[in-house]
């Protein structure tokens, strides 16, 4: 049973904005933290925003001021708006959900490639 499916990556230019889908089923969507992780070749899977249900965000370092996260509530779905990005910022992006009052991940999606040119 798919419970995380996202969309939105694919190859943009720097400098240019890409926006991220993450569809939840609603059970999933409405208990728990939501956020992206995002993993580049040969390095681990590390941390990039998250968002719980009051609204509050969390950024990594590297994104902070670029990125920003968000949640349709009535959508079962979180976003994530990337913007002026750069070639560093390529990699596999993965949803995903879990606690409440921060991103403890319990569920992931199955990632979507976002390839920056330069």
């Known amino acids: 049973q798919v419970q995380l499916v996202e969309s939105g990556g694919g190859l943009v230019q720097a400098g240019e904005s890409r926006r991220l889908s993450c569809a939840a089923s609603r059970g999933i969507f409405s208990a728990n933290a939501m956020g992206w992780y995002r993993q580049a070749p040969g390095k681990q899977r590390e941390f990039v925003a998250s968002?719980?249900?009051?609204?509050?965000?969390v950024y990594a370092e590297s994104v902070k001021g670029r990125f920003i996260i968000s949640r349709d509530n009535a959508k079962n779905t979180v976003y994530l708006q990337l913007n002026s990005l750069k070639p560093e910022d390529t990699a596999v992006y993965y949803c995903a959900a879990g606690g409440v009052t921060g991103l403890k991940p319990t569920y992931w999606g199955q990632g979507t490639q976002v390839t920056v040119s330069s």
């Open positions: 968002i719980i249900m009051g609204g509050s965000t």
